[in-house]
């Protein structure tokens, strides 16, 4: 898990660390906004990348931890710069991969510096106004967390049916592998269901 994005917490007394989950939580949309309007040349783009950077070394995350939470998304935006360089030309291309892995590198370094009960009461504290006007404020922060912890729990689901199917030296195929997965899917949201209910969410 601690490979896998969104799959690890690392722990800490940073200033990053003890800063509230919901101003962590709004400075990445702030971020996200600014540097999606003015990162309009290489070097403001570069700028967005290092400052998400600067975080890291602050709160002190492994290097080891970090590239294992930012790896993953890199063959896909490499794929998405070369579609940008063949249609836009390569400035555009390093501009627009920079500034979506400075909104990725941001958004891991809130994960991990914060926990999902953290998160959680932010999200409802956040949507708390809304609470007036019927809005589910609890089940829709329930929605969130159980969707940012099942994201690595999915990943990891699929790199077990790999790693199995390379132990046993079978060869790739869409059923054998989509089979497995699903399979193992769809028990464990019968599992969170039924503790769901259990514990009376939802009635």
Same mark, same amino acid.
């Given at each position: 898990?601690?490979? =896998? &994005?969104?799959?690890?917490? %690392?722990?800490? $007394?940073?200033?990053? +660390?003890?800063?509230?989950?919901?101003?962590? /939580?709004?400075?990445?949309?702030? /971020?996200? *906004?600014?540097?999606?309007?003015?990162?309009?040349?290489?070097? %403001?783009? %570069?700028?967005? !990348?290092?400052? &998400?950077? =600067?975080?890291?070394?602050?709160?002190? #995350?492994?290097?080891? #931890?970090?590239?294992?939470?930012?790896?993953? &998304?890199?063959?896909?935006?490499? %794929?998405?710069?070369?579609?940008?360089?063949?249609?836009?030309?390569?400035?555009?291309?390093? !501009?627009?991969? *920079?500034?979506? /892995?400075?909104?990725? @590198?941001?958004?891991?370094?809130?994960?991990?510096?914060?926990?999902? $009960?953290? *998160? @959680?009461?932010? !999200?409802?504290? @956040? @949507?708390?106004?809304?609470?007036?006007?019927?809005? &589910? !404020?609890?089940? #829709?922060? *329930?929605?969130?967390?159980?969707?940012?912890?099942?994201?690595?729990?999915? =990943?990891?689901?699929?790199?077990?049916?790999?790693?199995?199917?390379?132990?046993?030296?079978?060869? /790739? $195929?869409?059923?054998?592998?989509?089979?497995?997965?699903? #399979?193992?899917?769809?028990?464990?949201?019968?599992?969170?269901?039924?503790?769901? +209910?259990?514990?009376?969410?939802?009635?």
């Amino acid at each position: 898990m601690n490979s =896998l &994005p969104l799959g690890v917490y %690392v722990p800490g $007394s940073t200033l990053v +660390h003890r800063a509230p989950a919901g101003w962590k /939580f709004g400075l990445l949309i702030l /971020f996200i *906004l600014i540097s999606a309007i003015f990162a309009k040349t290489v070097g %403001v783009a %570069v700028a967005a !990348v290092a400052i &998400p950077a =600067l975080g890291y070394l602050t709160a002190r #995350i492994p290097l080891r #931890i970090a590239l294992g939470q930012l790896w993953p &998304p890199l063959p896909i935006l490499t %794929v998405l710069g070369l579609f940008q360089w063949w249609q836009r030309g390569g400035d555009t291309a390093l !501009v627009t991969v *920079l500034t979506i /892995f400075a909104a990725i @590198m941001a958004a891991t370094l809130l994960t991990l510096t914060t926990t999902i $009960s953290e *998160l @959680m009461d932010a !999200v409802e504290k @956040m @949507m708390a106004p809304f609470a007036r006007f019927g809005l &589910p !404020v609890e089940t #829709i922060s *329930l929605a969130i967390s159980l969707t940012i912890r099942l994201i690595p729990l999915q =990943l990891a689901t699929v790199q077990e049916v790999l790693n199995a199917r390379k132990a046993r030296g079978a060869s /790739f $195929s869409i059923r054998a592998f989509t089979t497995p997965v699903l #399979i193992r899917s769809l028990r464990r949201a019968r599992g969170i269901g039924e503790a769901l +209910h259990a514990r009376g969410v939802g009635d």
